[in-house]
């Protein structure tokens, strides 16, 4: 059993920049994949990133990608989100993700595991 919790949301303007945090609980934390998705108000949560439990191997979703960056540290059984170039339509509600090995990567059917989301809003 994994238990996440997120930080770090908050209001920030355009251009601005947060970093996400998601402290897990297990002694095994090190051996899961840890993802981000997010969810905007009347859409389907997506896929935002997901790290490999060394650390060597991510993912991005396209509209994403050279803006954030996700790393872990498995010795404080925490991965982060660092966000930059923050955009309007980065608005949502962010959740983060841990499972052993998900099957399809971008697909939220494929984590066993979810926090309970942390508000990132972004001002124009």
């Known amino acids: 059993q994994v238990q996440l919790v997120e930080s770090g949301g908050g209001l920030v303007q355009a251009g601005g920049s947060l970093r996400l945090s998601c402290a897990a609980s297990g002694r095994t934390f090190s051996t899961y994949v840890m993802g981000w998705f997010r969810q905007a108000p009347g859409k389907e949560r997506e896929f935002v990133a997901a790290i490999r439990w060394s650390g060597r191997t991510t993912y991005y979703a396209d509209s994403v990608k050279g803006r954030f960056t996700i790393s872990r540290d498995n010795a404080k059984n925490t991965v982060y989100l660092q966000m930059n170039s923050l955009k309007p339509e980065d608005t949502a509600v962010y959740y983060c993700?841990?499972?052993?090995?998900?099957?399809?990567?971008?697909?939220?059917?494929?984590?066993?595991?979810w926090g309970q989301g942390t508000q990132v809003t972004v001002s124009s």
């Open positions: 993700a841990a499972d052993l090995s998900p099957s399809t990567v971008v697909a939220q059917h494929s984590w066993d595991y």
